[in-house]
Every structure is written in structure tokens, then in C-alpha cells.
């Protein structure tokens, strides 16, 4: 079975309605293992308007969320001590680190802001 770790970015376009999210998230359902990174459920809730509240909490129920575990933390040190980027986010690579440890893809729709070279990554536009 396939396994995509979405982006923020992705899951926030598809609460917002945005076609490309929708069907793109859509299409993973009948053969994917949909994970997101706990990074990307408090992004996700700092950005939530409260009248958004109820459909944000049911799609996060329909995901597996990925704790953040010490191997984690540790490859997501190691991006940011290691890529060249000076403008790389530490939650961008504490959810690169997860995609790498899951053996995930990573879903998004800013692959500039993953410039590892040791995850697959997906582009959804």
C-alpha cells in the first residue's frame, strides 16, 4: 500500500475548498495510507478559523497523525544543521524527518520548501 504524508499546506487548500487539494486527497483514499505530522496539526489549528472548527477536527480524525519521537527530532536536527537552505523552517524539516522515517512520500504544494534529496516528494498544484 502506497503511503503520503501531506503538507500543511495541502490540507488547509482542501478545508478551504480548493479544487486541486480536494481532488487530489480524494483520489489517495481507496489505496493510500494518509499520514500528517502532529507539526501539521498545530499549524493547522494556529491558522483555524473558529467557524472552521468542526470540518478541521473531522478531516484530522480521518488522518493517521505521527507523533513527533526522538528519531524524528533527530533527522529533522539534522536537516537544519545540514542543508544548504538558510531559509529552512524547522518544522518544514520536522516534517520531512517524518515522511523519511514513515517511508512516506511527501505531499505538498511547496517542494522548494523540502530540499532534501533522501525523501520522495509529490507535488500537488
Known amino acids: 500500500m502506497k ?6 499546506d495541502i490540507l488547509i487548500n482542501f478545508l478551504r475548498g ?10 489517495l483514499l481507496a ?3 494518509i499520514y500528517c505530522s502532529a507539526v501539521t496539526v498545530a499549524e493547522i489549528h ?4 473558529e467557524h472552521e472548527r468542526e470540518k478541521t477536527i473531522d478531516l484530522l480524525d480521518s488522518i493517521d497523525i505521527v ?6 527530532a533527530e533527522k529533522a536536527g539534522t ?20 515522511a523519511f522515517i514513515k517511508g512516506a512520500i ?18 500537488v498544484k
Open 3 to 8: 503511503q503520503i504524508l501531506i503538507d500543511t
Open 18 to 27: 480548493r479544487e486541486a487539494a480536494q481532488d487530489y486527497l480524494l483520489s
Open 31 to 33: 489505496e493510500t495510507t
Open 46 to 49: 494556529a491558522g483555524m478559523k
Open 67 to 72: 507523533d513527533v519521537t526522538r528519531e524524528i
Open 79 to 98: 536537516y537544519k544543521r545540514t542543508e544548504k537552505k538558510q531559509s529552512l523552517e524547522l518544522d518544514d524539516c520536522i516534517i520531512a524527518a517524518t
Open 106 to 123: 511527501l505531499a505538498t504544494e511547496n517542494v522548494r520548501h523540502y530540499p532534501m534529496e533522501d525523501i520522495k516528494k509529490e507535488t
